[in-house]
């Protein structure tokens, strides 16, 4: 039976109060066969698109929707580029980016890379943790996961969006308020593997305009360094 705290469910059609939904298989097994939710029991649900609803489970494993938020878009959104990090810290990384409220993630294969998907490749099992990272913070917006693309694919993407972009600099780069003379909403978050960047691809960025970002003292693990930068990015403007 559920507890005193709501339970989140995924729903990817929430309709208008007094209307019936259906969960997902994933999500109807959860509910009515790991945690034995009962009919009349209260939880929330949320799309992905900016709607947490309330709802209470009624016949034939159905919910009638209680009430519905709907969320505007944050004011500033932050496009991670990240070179993947291995195997639970993946994981770890996906979950604390919905905690945050990153708008994008594109995995980047840069020349340090360890891990190396293969391009193009967008796995399953990526979804589902940020679909659970919403789900834990509430958050309404599950994060764009895009397809695994090369450094030079990154380059002309961000050039293509016209980003503001950032990238994560040890010794030297910008501090405190790094976006206060950002002209758009979107930012580019820019974060290389364990290695670092080459001075190549450094160089290409500098050469493109990005902007050398450092976040701390010290050396940063990718999963660190990508949701802390992205945090103080998001934070350190008006426009939130």
């Not at 409220?101 to 891990?115: D, K, N, P, Q």
């Amino acid at each position: 039976m559920i507890g005193k705290t709501m339970r989140c469910f995924f729903c990817n059609d929430i309709t208008g109060t007094g209307t019936f939904v259906k969960l997902p298989d994933r999500e109807e097994r959860h509910l009515f066969n790991t945690i034995r939710g009962r009919l009349g029991d209260t939880v929330q649900l949320i799309d992905g698109k900016g709607i947490l609803a309330t709802a209470k489970v009624a016949e034939d494993k159905k919910l009638c929707v209680l009430d519905v938020r709907e969320f505007k878009e944050p004011g500033i959104k932050v496009h991670l580029f990240v070179s993947p990090p291995k195997h639970n810290k993946m994981d770890q990384m996906l979950t604390q980016c919905c905690e945050i409220g990153i708008w994008r993630i594109t995995l980047v294969i840069m020349e340090h890379s360890v891990v190396r998907p293969e391009e193009g490749i967008v796995s399953e099992k990526w979804n589902v943790h940020l679909i659970e990272g919403c789900k834990q913070s509430r958050n309404p917006f599950i994060p764009i996961l895009e397809e695994v693309i090369t450094f030079p694919m990154m380059l002309e993407r961000i050039a293509e969006g016209k980003l503001s972009a950032f990238f994560g600099a040890v010794e030297d780069g910008t501090v405190g308020n790094a976006i206060s003379t950002v002209a758009g909403n979107d930012i580019a978050w820019i974060v290389g593997p364990e290695g670092g960047f080459s001075e190549n691809e450094e160089s290409l960025m500098k050469d493109a305009g990005f902007t050398p970002f450092r976040i701390g003292k010290w050396i940063l693990r990718t999963e660190t360094a990508a949701v802390a930068g992205a945090a103080l990015l998001m934070n350190g403007g008006n426009k939130c």
